[in-house]
């Protein structure tokens, strides 16, 4: 039984890194200005971006829980956490201000989500967390 979940977790896992992979390699990590406003579909890539990878810390936080991790897991969830916590918040600014057409407040919005994808991303990869290769 532990075999099978250690497969379905590590499947899962792999599979979210394929999607998170394809999701960034469509998603510029350009910082936004008024002469260069947040769309629609930029609010669209940045989020579904973010939420790839928070869906794949959660994959590994199951691992973690399972036994079936590594052994620095618990540590490496809390370090990651401390930026994949002020993602919710962030994102429903953003929503808020494109549909509003508020860009100057977008702009700075996406801009700090694009920045705490790069430091997510960054933290995970220094503790030796794969959520795929950005661009």
Same mark, same amino acid.
């Given at each position: 039984?532990?075999?099978?979940?250690?497969?379905?977790?590590?499947?899962?896992?792999?599979?979210?890194?394929?999607?998170?992979?394809?999701? $960034?390699?469509?998603?510029?990590?350009?910082?936004?200005?008024?002469?260069?406003?947040?769309?629609?579909?930029?609010?669209?890539?940045?989020?579904?971006?973010?939420?790839?990878?928070?869906?794949?810390?959660?994959?590994?936080?199951?691992?973690?829980?399972?036994?079936?991790?590594?052994?620095?897991?618990?540590?490496?969830?809390?370090?990651?956490?401390?930026?994949?916590?002020?993602?919710?918040?962030?994102?429903?600014?953003?929503?808020?201000?494109?549909?509003?057409?508020?860009?100057?407040?977008? $702009?700075?919005?996406?801009?700090?989500?694009?920045?705490?994808?790069?430091?997510?991303?960054?933290?995970?990869?220094?503790?030796?967390?794969?959520?795929?290769?950005?661009?």
């Amino acid at each position: 039984m532990r075999k099978i979940i250690l497969a379905l977790t590590l499947s899962l896992g792999l599979a979210g890194c394929a999607q998170l992979q394809m999701v $960034t390699e469509g998603i510029s990590l350009a910082t936004k200005s008024i002469a260069n406003p947040v769309t629609k579909a930029e609010e669209a890539q940045v989020e579904l971006a973010l939420d790839t990878a928070v869906q794949a810390l959660l994959t590994y936080k199951r691992a973690c829980i399972a036994d079936s991790a590594d052994k620095n897991c618990k540590a490496n969830i809390a370090q990651i956490q401390a930026y994949t916590r002020q993602v919710p918040a962030l994102v429903s600014q953003l929503r808020t201000f494109v549909d509003n057409n508020d860009q100057i407040n977008a $702009t700075v919005v996406y801009n700090q989500l694009t920045a705490l994808y790069t430091n997510v991303k960054g933290a995970a990869a220094s503790l030796g967390v794969s959520l795929g290769s950005a661009t």
